[in-house]
């Protein structure tokens, strides 16, 4: 116990010495009109300007029962395990000006995980977001994100493409990554909404991602895409709406692999997606409701063979679906499905025809502790039949979070996370020693989150503030 208290002490000491942000160690559960100790005060005005400052942190530690260590190439699965404590630590920083309609948004993130293992080194990551929204009229509405990453780790889930309801962030956190992998990444994201009548509107946008690596098996790429969609009132009473929306996206992506015969060589991956569908949502009573939605539809891809080097072009079928229903008081229900093309960021260049899926629930007990739980299931498989690959990832988290001061909370939960990789043609550089075919991991954690007003009113803890557990 003496020396996981010396590990944690470690982990505040240098974290404390980071001016750098992160991903949040905890996961927030569905959101539902409930005032909880964590539900806050009465939201203010929309209308009215205003600014806040908010100052939140989470510190945590437990047992890892496979740590997979920096700088491990083991020859055979069963010498990877490595078992052992560990303490993670997040500080961030938000500040918010502005109003419903028009703000801007500034948040720095830095965390830090050590290990109770020789020869490892504590991983520190930051983030820094920016993004805003604004109004030229009335009807037209404009957003835009920004996002540069330190991430020390090397994530591999393939749940990125679920929508943000999905909240798949939350399940690519440094219990769900292998720590052989350190990359930069920037992100810019612009979209455009214009509303027409008050039952219709088309959203356009565009983003752009750069990842480069410093460490580990990953390759460096850049992506661009941008998508149109529109959506259309066809029913709406006073207790439900139904709408049909279809969209339009356009992505293009390049991944770096050099040879020792072709260090520049790069592998292009372009796809186009077209698909339609509804949504629906029904008010049950004031305080529940159901949401429903589907699309379908169809992707081509165009990329290059790994093993002809020669054009490779196919259709696949694409896409989504999603569930709410609040069913108890506080708790509510959530699962996201898609079906799309992706690739395994860091890991190869091959492009995967993946189905992913994520399932949440959460509610309060009382009005100090609440519960939530998520899991989810991705696999894929090579477009290109010549290189037979394919992958599978489970991932399940249980948390339990009871209030102990309006503004601090104990924290505890266990994260469950497994993959499996098929036999296919990985790029020079990378095998199935230096990245397992297969890979479990159990963790424990438990500790304090703290979320302070610094400056302003402070309304809640925000919804979206959920990532690492």
């Known amino acids: 116990m003496t020396s996981f208290l010396r590990l944690l002490l470690v982990v505040f000491v240098l974290l404390a010495a980071t001016a750098a942000v992160s991903e949040a160690q905890i996961l927030d ?23 806040e400052l908010t100052f939140f942190a989470d510190l945590l530690g437990g047992y890892d029962s496979n740590l997979a260590p920096e700088g491990s190439v083991p020859a055979q699965t069963n010498t990877i395990p490595a078992s052992g404590f560990t303490g993670l630590a997040d ?93 930069w990444s920037q992100t810019g994201i612009g979209a455009v909404t214009r509303e027409w009548t008050r039952q219709a509107h088309t959203t356009a946008s565009y983003d752009y991602t750069r990842r480069e690596y410093v460490r580990g098996p990953g390759f460096d790429g850049h992506s661009q895409s941008a998508q149109v969609g529109h959506e259309q009132n066809v029913s709406e009473t006073a207790t439900q709406t139904v709408s049909w929306r279809t969209n339009y996206r356009f992505s293009n992506a390049t991944l770096f692999e050099p040879t020792l015969f072709e260090p520049n060589r790069a592998r292009p991956i372009k796809d186009h997606t077209v698909d339609g569908g509804f949504n629906y949502s029904k008010h049950l009573s004031r305080t529940r409701r159901l949401l429903l939605g589907a699309t379908l539809g169809a992707t081509r891809v165009a990329t290059v063979s790994a093993i002809t080097e020669t054009p490779l072009e196919y259709w696949t079928p694409s896409g989504t679906g999603t569930i709410y229903l609040d069913f108890y008081r506080s708790w509510s229900i959530s ?92 790029p020079v550089g990378v095998t199935l020693t230096t990245l397992p ?33």
């Open 91 to 183: 500080l961030v920083l938000r500040y918010w000006h502005g109003q419903a309609a028009r703000h801007i948004e500034v948040e720095g993130r830095g965390y830090l995980t050590a290990y109770q293992l020789p020869g490892i080194e504590p991983l520190v990551g930051q983030n820094l977001r920016v993004r805003g929204q604004t109004r030229f009229d009335r009807k037209t509405r404009l957003e835009g994100n920004a996002y540069f990453t330190r991430d020390p780790f090397l994530g591999f889930g393939g749940y990125d493409a679920l929508p943000i309801s999905a909240d798949a962030a939350a399940l690519a956190n440094p219990a769900n990554g292998l720590t052989t992998g350190l990359s």
């Open 29 to 51: 559960r569905p959101s539902r009109p409930f005032r909880g100790v964590f539900g806050g005060a009465e939201v203010p005005n929309p209308n009215r300007t205003r600014s």
């Open 437 to 469: 075919s297969s890979f479990d991991r159990h963790a424990v954690r438990f500790g304090l989150s703290l979320w302070l007003p610094l400056y302003g009113g402070f309304v809640e803890r925000p919804g979206d503030r959920t990532g690492d557990f």
């Open 335 to 426: 699962a996201d499905y898609r079906r799309g093309v992706g690739v395994l960021d860091g890991i190869t260049t091959e492009a995967f025809v993946s189905d992913a899926v994520v399932l949440r629930t959460g509610g309060h007990l009382n009005s100090r502790t609440d519960l939530t739980f998520a899991t989810g299931y991705s696999n894929g498989r090579t477009g290109d039949v010549l290189t037979r690959g394919d992958y599978a990832t489970y991932i399940g988290t249980a948390q339990v979070r009871v209030g102990i001061a309006r503004w601090a909370a104990f924290i505890a939960n266990y994260n469950y996370f497994s993959y499996q990789l098929g036999a296919f043609t990985l």
